[in-house]
């Protein structure tokens, strides 16, 4: 109905703009006409008096060739002198200048548009033009309107019953996809046409969404399967190794060293539910109120520091690269975790006698720290994989951890503004943490 409504509004302003450039010039132009022919015979009037008025009368009324013009001058008391009206018609009174009237014209009645204006010595003269012709044709005009406006109003409701139906084929394709997935069916799409319009534009909109949907659908199967499977095995050993300290433990010692492992069991399922809480909390963006400067060369030095006692004890060497005056924006905690957790990778993967390199540079105004080890590696395939969450490789298999360390990583990029890339080192991996850079 709002479609028919604006096509209907449309149409009507069309007509009225015709009406007004057709008849309506029509109309302009009689009277522009009549002006003209009142203001030269007033000017006549005043020089040449009455004689010199009549005469021109008398002469327009011999060279009007189409008889459409209308002349009559009156006494004072409305006696005709000249002119070509039988007499002073009874709808001209003096209270108005402009009339539309009928009149008889010899054997006819026809419509006739007058301009009076009195004279000086109480003479009244009237001037105008026969309108008849004219009005008949702005008749047709009103009639071809009136018809147009009813053609337009049944093409409107055609129109509108055409949208409509399309409207709800569309619409109904979308709720049925709707019913299918609140039904479980999360492979159901939008059918798209192919036709690039703005239907199929929804469509693909709302099935790019039905597919973030379903991964991230996914993503949550995985992180429950993940996590069921990573806390069994610690949960099961830890309950185990009380149930053999109560049946079989001898004296306080062995009871007391059963606990203590229990709860290196249970700190280790303590800090997989603390790094999830954290990631969650960075993707949340819980703390980027907190942002400010933070020089990342004096953060990687003090890093630097730390883990090269750590390398030292594993038989590895560390060699840094990092340049003074490195500055981000963003939370230095975070910041130092990020990179601590890329250290921590690379020297759990690095073998025995193994370089591991920190280094940092700027490049077109992002701040890359690259942190570089000389293990196994990631393969190609999996470098996607390898920022979700519990994700561990084949080649993470025998190594301790709960695959939480680049996730975290990743999310800590993420709400800074920047990205984490896992490149070969060949051999080993080389992760390039990077960062928008200040100054």
Known sequence: MIYAALFGVSALALAAFLVWSTAGLLDRETDAAINADSNGLSERYKLFGLPGLVDTIEQRLAGNVDADAIYLLVTPDFRPIRG???GWPRPVTMESDWFEVPVERGKRRTLVRLHHFDLTGGFHLLVGRDVQVRAEL??????AMVWAAVIAAMLGLVGAWAVRGLFRRTLADVAATASAISAG???RRVRVTGDGDEFDLLAETINDMLERIARLMDGVRQVSNAIAHDLRTPIARARIRLEDAASHAQGEAGLRAAIERAQADLDGIVAIFQALLRIAEIEAGARRSAFAAVDISALLHDLAELYEAVAEDAGQSMVTDIPPGLFAYGDREMIQQAVANLLDNALKFSPTGGNIRLAASTVTNRLEIIVADAGPGIPTAERGQA????FRGEQARSTPGSGLGLALVQAVAVLHGGSLALEDNAPGLRAVLRL????
Do not use: K, S
Not at 138 to 143: G, L
Not at 387 to 390: C, P, Q, S
């Open 387 to 390: 920022v979700e969450r519990f």
């Open 84 to 86: 070509n009206l039988l």
């Open 436 to 439: 928008p850079a200040v100054g």
């Open 138 to 143: 702005r008749r047709v005009i009103y009639d």
């Open 185 to 187: 069916d999360l492979t």
